[in-house]
């Protein structure tokens, strides 16, 4: 569907700051600016948003989960459909997951061996297989412009016996995915498909895993089996550790991360994407994201608050809406709550990464990433009354 | 904060199609056009929709549920916050029933006597009083341009003494609920409080009560008590009995009604307004309303189905979904189905107000009305595969 001529997968690396990097990623579905920040949209929907909105806000990027997928609606069902691009309404960039991570956090009947996964359904019971070479075919079926290669990802802390043998498996695995993307045309079809990065909170093990992949003729490389129960202190020192081994010409995208300052200090590690689910989740419970930090829309004290989340925002949800309001809504049990936050708060997010890009280009990022950092600090709840 | 010497309420009746009328309501917040569909916000919105859409539509009024926003955020909060204009971000008209029919449906440990109702709240089990004066006081402190006068409304069927005592309890009521709207200024600022007109499913009983309101100086009149359980043709036959004994000159509201059918046959019998929760329930159920009859989205025929609701719709939720994708996103318990199929729903309802308008303004309203049941009788259920 797309001229593969034209639009071959490709990164440039723009400007640094430090070793924070602004850069651009072209897929057959469009331009992605980076550090950027790929809303979660799970089973084909960013939750509570629709999707011009999702876009207006500044994503160039959306991620899907291959798990949710394969197993409802089915990949085969959404290729028939045209590919998942066209399913849910999303003509820009797609990345996907392999499916692994999810497979081991919600899948029930685990059986893990060196050929793959064989697990039960969460949503009806039924027996599935996963290995590297299906994980790639999904994602083909589904028409990912950023796919993701299955690996281990074991849960922190873990002892230095079991992360090495995962990262092998996962450096193993990594191999026969990139066999099976390429076997697929993936490259022809200005497709890419990462290699994860593994090694838990093992310095040694780290470098050795983004080494060898490295090695691979992967588009890009993820940082895996981060944010994964350690303090942020252990995960920040890890990505010192990991991105100075990792090629320089290639996007760097570290998994499932996370909170804003997570972003800022991983910006600052030398990261270009993130995802994370924390936005459109937070926003179905009530909290609320803004430049002076987070506001629990179930306290009681906004009940009588007039004040929008944050007048200054250009999103309406943010500037229009009273905290009373909100509040209304969170505790009424409304649908307009969660949409109203889940907006405001990836609204933010992609404010936030406009903010670093705009800060690396300027060669100011460490004033920004300080600056930020005092903004958070501050407390704009009003008093009571 | 509106200026009453500019805008006070007022009816004009503009065309004449049969029974059909085609008019236009002035109130403090806007223009209202009849036939009118009234699209419900029970708790200060109307659920799963942005106001912006809703007024895009051509929604020019919507509903708030007095019981509800007594008891949660309370009608005094509203107040102090700038009323429910300001609350729900809805700068045009607001209509407001009494509380009555909620107070009845919804509340527990309910004891109702000539002065009143006693009752419990469903949400925190507090103790409250709803008497004629409170609704009014209740309704202003919203400020609602439209306001409803308390009422007993009955169950069908009934017997004819249990709907005699109502009919005739409603009839003091309503002098009550006028002199207080009097007391509190409503009029002054361009205010309506309707009056409204019970009797069941006895011809007699319904004249009386017509009568007997028009004789009171409302600013126009609902017809309450019908869509409580009776078979469709009773409803009807009672409408073709009450609004030849309904002032000529004033709006005419009926209460919680309907299906499309319902307001199709109701437009005419002569009624100008109409609310119902149904196209925003049924957005919530997976049900969607189309020209062409109803689509539950829930049927596993939808699921390989790549055409939209409806690809001549002016909604995107209309035209650019595939059924397929709805059919997923309801399976999967997506909010984004409730958001696409409400939206949905009221564009089409919409739709068929602007369109039973128009073909009264025609002298077409007979060709219109064949025209538009046809439709519905055709299916455009795809085959499958």
Redesign the interface.
């Known amino acids: 569907m797309t001229d593969q001529k034209q639009k071959p997968f490709s990164f440039r690396l723009l400007k640094t700051d430090g070793m924070a990097r602004r850069g651009e990623i072209r897929t057959p579905h469009g331009i992605v600016r980076t550090p950027a920040f790929m809303p979660v949209g799970t ?3 960013v ?4 999707p011009d909105q999702v876009r207006a806000l500044g994503s160039d990027v959306v991620l899907g989960n291959t798990y949710h997928l394969m197993l ?2 089915s990949a085969e ?1 959404i290729a ?3 590919g998942l691009h066209k ?3 999303w003509p820009h960039t797609i990345l996907t997951d392999s499916g692994g991570f999810q497979v081991m956090s919600l899948a029930q009947l685990r059986k893990l061996d060196e050929n793959g996964v064989t697990f039960q359904s969460h949503v009806d019971g039924r027996r599935y297989e996963m290995t590297p070479e299906r994980s790639v075919e999904i994602q083909q079926l589904l028409g990912s412009d950023i796919q993701m290669q299955l690996d281990e990802c074991i849960a922190l802390p873990a002892s230095p016996e079991d992360t090495e043998r995962a990262m092998r498996l996962s450096l193993r695995w990594a191999e026969r995915s990139r066999r099976k993307f390429e076997e697929m045309g993936g490259p022809g079809r200005g497709q890419a498909l990462y290699g994860i990065v593994q090694g838990g909170a093992e310095p040694d093990l780290r470098i050795q895993s983004a080494t060898a992949l490295g090695e691979m003729p992967f588009e890009g490389y993820s940082v895996g089996g981060l944010a994964v129960g350690e303090p942020q202190d252990v995960m920040l020192r890890m990505l010192e550790i990991t991105t100075p081994a990792m090629p320089v010409d290639k996007p760097r995208y570290l998994m499932g991360v996370g909170t804003p300052e997570d972003i800022l200090e991983s910006v600052a590690r030398g990261i270009d994407q993130f995802d994370c689910v924390m936005p459109t989740r937070a926003g179905r419970h009530g909290l609320a994201y803004t430049r002076f930090g987070k506001v629990n829309l179930k306290n009681a004290r906004h ?2 608050d ?1 004040r929008p989340l944050d007048e200054a925002s250009a999103c309406e949800a943010a500037n ?3 905290r ?2 909100l ?3 969170v ?2 049990g ?3 709550a ?2 109203l936050l889940t907006w405001n708060n990836l609204a933010y997010y992609q404010s936030l990464m406009q903010g670093i890009r705009d800060a690396i280009e300027a060669g100011t990022f460490e004033e920004f990433r300080a600056r930020t950092r005092e903004d958070w600090a501050r407390s704009d709840i009003a008093p009571i009354g």
């Open positions: 089973q084909a929907t939750k509570a948003m629709y409802r609606p069902r028939r459909l045209g399913f849910m309404n009940a009588d007039p229009r809406y009273s009373a309001y509040h209304h809504l505790k009424a409304e649908g307009l969660a949409m």
